[in-house]
């Protein structure tokens, strides 16, 4: 139980950083794919102990806040439904659909429940047998293996009340979409470490050559990130564009093969609208032909919902990297976590709950206190 | 739900709805218990309400809370707790077996913390209209000569000390809540903290500030000295104490410790002259054996506490929403 503290340790991190300051000589721009990677680093202030030359971009590895607006409204549609027990991660509970949230939709009678996994949702669906129970399925191909093993053992069991409602994304069609935007100022990526734990890293390589960008698979304590930041940055000082895998104690280069083999058997890619962002071809996962009944969408009759995004809300920029969450005008003033415009204010992994949680404010924030005189 | 989870949500409906509804002296002060005069004695008042799932988790129940939350509330402004009352709200159905236990649970620990259950209350709830049993308890207790402790007294110079580990409490509860069971090994440190009030104040009555973080933890109840006190907190991360298994399960749960409710730890603004006594008294009360130093009061950025992070940068911590939502992964 000793890994947390270990990974925190302010004299290895001390060590990391002085390597880094002593690697950078030009402005770098590297972009931390996932929204908990984004977190640690504002909450433990590292930003703030980088040279000034290297900068943190967020990128879009927020499943909350990738999630297409319009599924959001099809999730507050049929969990507005009687005799509907919708399930959900908490975070999920606060995303601003079009005019309402899931919070709302209780508050008004709505049977919407916090699980903590795809297999609670089952189980009620069991218990309740007169009930339809739907699971929210979103998220990266973490969430994805668990999700798709619920609706395999639903198919085992015959369950006819279970059904997901799925939104799962691919992180590599992601980095893709962002290297072939224009404008793009990201050299390099530290990947996500926890999707790598189950797909592995051989995804990667064709992106890191074709892309000449450096990928470091990176973890998720101070630690981790920090020496995810230099190797990223020795591999761009050096000119080379390699994947290296700086979490190993969680990521093999196949991955975890049992999750990978459930994902195949259930699900199958297709394109993927994300919030913000659009359409990226290939990005996405559905459940495949044969588990079509288990399809939320499928079973209920959710068409022709009208959506809206809030015009003010510069979400899709900030999630491309475009934007910093304070640059937006809404952000602070119109935008906060009591009022969200969108997804990202809300989520526990977004960039710009992260900015206003921690308060960075113009970037400089709050200056680095001088050491306390208290002992 | 939000408005109930004892952060912003919760402070905005007192605000804007109760305390202009209710008006009076007594209630501006918006600390955990009312001072009152009545006869010439200062009486401490205070009441709550206890609708935790589940009504039995590692380390106490619904009933320890019930009386607990009270009795601490009552200590927090430095009263010596004698009375309380009880209401319990049952759902049609519940079994009365499972009343007796909370019953006897709270008997047990009102004899513990030495005080009486002198009146109480009972109404029930049609099915499905409660939560199996609902509790609320209100106390009085006597507040000694020359003691002042509220929010409005922090002021800059002064050093915050918690007597103890943080998030015990909420990680217990979570850790039995349906759909999140896990073992942490780790048990609620529910208690009644007025004897080791009592030992503080024997120490100096120089007490400026007292508060039980619960609903919200310690970054609530730090931000709600910080803007009572128009004063600025800096809390310094690593010194808080932190139990290895409360880290990890706020780690897989996406949780911030500092947000964790507590039930049996304190948190004490104590001048800077006072502070080496006081912690050296706290650590000798077996509830602050592990009392420490985690920041202290400065006039800079009132209203607001920032913390110093373990790696040297900073962070805001800033007063919560509603109640934390485990994250997606």
Known sequence: MKYIEEFQDPELAGKLLDDIHATVTRPWALMEVCGGQTHSIIRHGIDQLLPEELELIHGPGCPVCVTPLELIDKALEIASRPGVIFCSFGDMLRVPGTGRDLFQVRAEG???????????????????????????????????????????????????????????????????????????????????GHVCSVMGTEEYPELAERHRVPIVVTGFEPLDILEGVRRAVRQLEAGRATVENAYQRAVVPQGNPAARAMLAEVFTTTDRGWRGIGVIPDSGWRLAPRFEEFDAEHRFSVEGITTREPAACRSGEVLQGLLKPHECEAFGTTCTPRTPLGATMVSSEGACAAYYLYRRLGGTTTAPLEASTVD | MGHGGGGALSAELVEQIFAPAFGGPALSALADSAALEVGGARLAFSTDSFVVRPLFFPGGSIGDLAVNGTVNDLAMSGARPAYLSCGFILEEGVELGLVARIAGALGAAARTAGVEVATGDTKVVEAGRGDGVYLNTAGIGLIPDGVDIRPQRAAPGDVVIVSGAVGEHGVAVLSRRAGLEFEVGIESDCAALHTLVADMLAITSELHVLRDPTRGGVAAALNEIAAAASVGVVLRERAVPVPEQVAAACSMLGLDPLYVANEGKLLAFVPRAEADAVLAAMRAHPLGAQAAVIGECVEDHPGMVVARTGLGGTRVVDQPLGEQLPRIC
Do not use: K, Q, W
Request: proline share 8%; hydrophobic share 50%; glycine share 4%.
């Open chain 1, 110 to 192: 709505g049977d919407v429940r916090v699980v903590y996994s795809p297999l609670d949702a089952l189980a009620l669906a069991r218990e309740n047998p007169d009930r339809e129970v739907v699971f929210f399925g979103i998220g990266f191909e973490t969430t994805a293996p668990p999700n798709a093993m619920a609706v395999h053992l639903a198919a085992r069991e015959g369950l006819r009340n279970f059904s997901l409602l799925v939104s799962h994304v691919r992180v590599p069609p992601a980095i893709e979409a962002i290297m072939n935007a224009p404008h793009c100022r990201v050299r390099a990526f530290l990947a996500a």
